[in-house]
């Protein structure tokens, strides 16, 4: 099967600008995760999906970041202004059903680089 | 609030060497723990992932063992080869949320 696609796989851009990143997952997969990864850490979750509906969105700085998945399928995580500690990986990870003993499948990242 | 330590942060190792890693986790409530490698530029690859009930899994030169009650977890990886150079990172899941530590990046010296 398919894994989980990302795009772009970098991205550089200058602070107070916006970016957006593209997740596709898992044919058939329910869950879809967004996590930062800053350099040198595990990852942190930013918003969990089930279907179309948010999860949990408490890590999310929403003052900024903002992520939706239309028609429950493929998501969007956008940034807006971003702010120089934003600089880290972005990964998109999707599961069957969300539950505990579903393994959670990762797409390769996009990295993000703010200048 | 779940807290994931993984020790040491970084290991390096001659070729087939056995080694151990550690996961250690503060609330013993959890669902299961998954153990996942990550290469440089890459994204997180499952090895294994163990049930809150169950003691250990293996799969092939890797075995992975669970005591909730002390809050631990290890992955051996038996005979090791340059090609397991990486990082890796254990994660504990309370029924649908993962906690991740912040990973033990492994350097295996041919």
């Known amino acids: 099967e398919a894994g989980v696609a990302q795009s772009p796989r970098y991205k550089i851009i200058e602070k107070r600008q916006s970016v957006a990143f593209w997740c596709n997952p898992i044919?058939?997969?329910?869950?879809l995760y967004w996590y930062q990864q800053i350099l040198g850490q595990g990852p942190k979750l930013l918003i969990q999906f089930q279907n179309n509906g948010v999860v949990d969105d408490s890590q999310l700085p929403k003052d900024r970041f903002s992520a939706e998945r239309l028609k429950g399928v493929d998501s969007t995580l956008k940034i807006q202004p971003a702010k120089l500690e934003d600089s880290a990986v972005y990964l998109c990870?999707?599961?069957?059903?969300?539950?505990?003993?579903?393994?959670?499948?990762f797409g390769d990242g996009t990295r993000l680089s703010i200048l | 609030k779940q807290e994931v330590t993984q020790i040491p942060a970084a290991l390096s190792v001659p070729e087939g060497e056995n080694l151990v890693l550690n996961c250690s986790f503060t609330d013993s409530a959890i669902y299961n723990l998954q153990w996942f490698r990550q290469d440089p530029g890459k994204g997180l690859t499952s090895l294994l992932l163990?049930?809150?009930?169950?003691r250990e899994q293996t799969s092939g030169r890797l075995n992975a063992s669970l005591d909730k009650s002390s809050g631990r977890s290890t992955l051996y990886i038996a005979a090791s080869q340059p090609g397991d150079s990486a990082t890796y990172l254990c994660?504990?899941?309370?029924?649908?949320?993962?906690?991740f530590g912040s990973g033990t990046k492994l350097n295996v010296k041919p």
């Open positions: 163990i049930q809150s009930s169950q």
């Open positions: 994660a504990v899941t309370d029924f649908n949320k993962f906690y």
């Open positions: 044919s058939g997969h329910a869950t």
């Open positions: 990870a999707s599961s069957r059903t969300g539950e505990g003993n579903q393994p959670q499948h």
